[in-house]
């Protein structure tokens, strides 16, 4: 038998031109499963994320809130030192209940002129003392809101959107510390 006769660079017809993995060699697909892997960890973290600052709102009221009322809510506003303006939402906070109250967060909702949502926050009530030479705010924990008592209180907002209807915003307990 007479060996076969190739020319340089020219593989003979018996040999094909390209040759697929044998069958012992594993495919490399770790690019493939780490990009996976990366938009599964965004997709479980960005949930996270999204439950985390939409707040207790699917939780409902604490058990306590409905014994805390909310009157003579006003806004007012004011410059501030960079020349910016400052809204104050500022009222009265009564504890009907029988338990005093050392903080109470609240989520105030502000609505634009077709009564949609123009901006959402969660804040901790404060209490307005004017004691001293100008009115200034405390925190509720350095002066409890006994049962039967009311206090004024002030919410402090450095921006307010451009949609919101310049109307009083709605406050709704979302967190009660009692003492």
């Given at each position: 038998m007479a060996p076969e006769k190739t020319t340089l660079g020219h593989p003979s017809a018996a040999e094909p031109l390209f040759q697929p993995p044998s069958a012992g060699e594993p495919q490399r697909n770790w690019p493939m499963v780490v990009g996976l892997a990366i938009v599964v960890a965004v997709l479980v973290g960005g949930t996270l994320i999204w439950r985390s600052l939409r707040g207790p709102e699917g939780q409902g009221p604490p058990s306590y809130a409905s014994h805390l009322k909310f009157s003579d809510v006003?806004?007012?506003?004011?410059?501030?030192?960079?020349?910016?303006?400052?809204?104050?939402?500022?009222?009265?906070?009564?504890?009907?209940?029988?338990?005093?109250?050392?903080?109470?967060?609240?989520?105030?909702?502000?609505?634009?002129?077709?009564?949609?949502?123009?901006?959402?926050?969660?804040?901790?009530?404060?209490?307005?003392?004017?004691?001293?030479?100008?009115?200034?705010?405390?925190?509720?924990?350095?002066?409890?809101?006994?049962?039967?008592?009311?206090?004024?209180?002030?919410?402090?907002?450095?921006?307010?959107?451009?949609?919101?209807?310049?109307?009083?915003?709605?406050?709704?307990?979302?967190?009660?510390?009692?003492?």
């Open positions: 006003k806004l007012s506003q004011a410059q501030n030192f960079v020349g910016g303006t400052v809204t104050y939402v500022e009222g009265a906070i009564s504890n009907a209940g029988d338990k005093p109250v050392a903080a109470v967060s609240v989520n105030v909702t502000f609505r634009n002129t077709l009564d949609e949502v123009a901006q959402r926050e969660t804040l901790p009530v404060r209490i307005l003392d004017r004691s001293g030479p100008y009115p200034d705010t405390v925190d509720m924990r350095l002066r409890p809101l006994a049962p039967g008592q009311q206090r004024e209180f002030r919410l402090t907002f450095e921006h307010l959107s451009s949609d919101w209807n310049q109307q009083a915003p709605e406050l709704r307990v979302v967190g009660v510390s009692l003492q």
